[in-house]
Every structure is written in structure tokens, then in C-alpha cells.
């Protein structure tokens, strides 16, 4: 800015100040009908003072993104539920990891949430053709009894997609799906997960 002289400065100061005060007389003409002039304040002092800007070097927080686990067959209900199963014979299959849903033999299996296949496999005394998923938030899906494999290990997968038909193979007495979530490799309750909504980290800051 020009320096200017101490009269000058003196000048525009004074000149400001008439300026705001012939812009308060103003105001209180117009507020006249309503308020008495006495009560308006100068034009100055309403204004609002300017916000004070501080720069702080605050840590930004991870960029994040939702998922949503679906059901792998829509519309069909869960016939067999997780957790213990009291007709059970033996100890080692009366503890459910995961929910049956029966479905007819060839209905198709969608992906639970988006993810890479683990491993697929033939298990003839328990899943039967199997799929496993890990998804971006750290759990697992698998899906078992499965009459087709249509994915292969290593596949990368978006939400729904098909990965499967609906069969009998395995430890199975008709055509149903075996569903099962794992969260840091133990078993939880998949009808508490689908439907539910979970942060991923895109980008840590
Ligand atoms: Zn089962």
C-alpha cells in the first residue's frame, strides 16, 4: 500500500467516519416509522467482525467408502439357522457355522458383498463344491453344497455377482446353500451381517 502523509491519513479516517455516521443517519430514517432513532446502532458497529482464520496442521482422517453384505439368494429364507442345532447326533455337527438355505437345485448364487475367491474346492464330507470369498473388510464368505463353481481362485468379484448354482454336493440331504461368514477366522452369525453396511478404507492417511 502508499504510505501516506499523517494529515492525509487523518483526512480519510475522519472522511470514513462522516461517511458511516451520514449512513447511520440514513438507516435510522429508514427504521424511523418503526424504532425510535436512538436505538439504531452505527452501521460500523452491526457489521459482523470478520471470523479469525487460524491455519492448524490437523491430521486428516482415512478416506473411507461403504459395502453392503446381500443375500446370496434373494428371496429365499433361511431353513436351518447358525449356532447349535439340538437333533444333531454328533457333537461335531451340532454347532452350525453357518445358516442352509434351500433353494432349488440350480438357482443361482450371488456373491454376498464384492471380494477375491480364496480357494474353491471339493469337500465329499462336508461343503461339498465350495467357494470362499474374502471381502475388503476383513471377513470371509463361503458358500458350500454347490452343484456349479462358476469363479476360480484368485478372481476378483463385484457385490451380487453370480458365482454358482444351488446343489446337493457333500454333507448334504437336498438341494440347499450353506452360507458362512467368518470375522478373523471364527464364525459369525450371517444373518446379522447381511443387510449391514461397513466402512472399507480407501485411502490412510
Ligand atoms: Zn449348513
Do not use: C, W
Not at 60 to 65: E, Q
Not at 141 to 162: E, F, P, W
Amino acid at each position: 500500500m502508499r504510505r501516506l502523509l499523517p494529515t492525509a491519513r487523518s483526512i480519510l479516517i475522519h472522511s470514513g467516519q462522516s461517511a458511516a455516521l451520514i449512513g447511520a443517519g440514513l438507516l435510522a430514517m429508514a427504521a424511523a416509522p418503526l424504532a425510535p432513532a436512538a436505538t439504531s446502532t452505527p452501521r460500523q458497529e452491526a457489521r459482523p467482525a470478520a471470523p479469525q482464520v487460524t491455519a492448524v496442521a490437523r491430521p486428516a482422517g482415512p478416506v473411507t467408502r461403504q459395502i453392503v453384505f446381500l443375500a446370496p439368494l434373494p428371496g429365499q429364507a433361511v431353513n436351518s439357522p447358525f449356532g447349535l442345532r439340538k437333533l444333531a447326533i454328533d457333537a461335531h455337527a451340532r454347532q452350525h457355522k453357518g445358516v442352509d438355505i434351500a433353494a432349488p437345485q440350480g438357482s443361482t448364487v450371488h456373491v454376498t458383498a464384492e471380494g477375491v475367491v480364496v480357494r474353491i474346492g471339493f469337500d465329499p464330507a462336508g461343503y461339498g463344491n465350495f467357494i470362499e470369498v474374502r471381502h475388503p473388510n476383513g471377513m470371509s464368505s463361503i458358500y458350500g453344497h454347490l452343484s456349479r463353481v462358476d469363479v476360480a481362485s484368485g478372481m476378483a468379484l463385484t457385490a451380487g455377482q453370480r458365482i454358482g448354482l444351488v446343489g446337493s454336493t457333500g454333507r448334504s440331504t437336498g438341494p440347499h446353500l450353506h452360507f458362512e461368514i467368518r470375522r478373523n477366522d471364527a464364525a459369525v452369525n450371517p444373518v446379522k451381517v447381511v443387510g449391514r453396511r461397513f466402512d472399507i478404507v480407501v485411502k490412510a492417511v
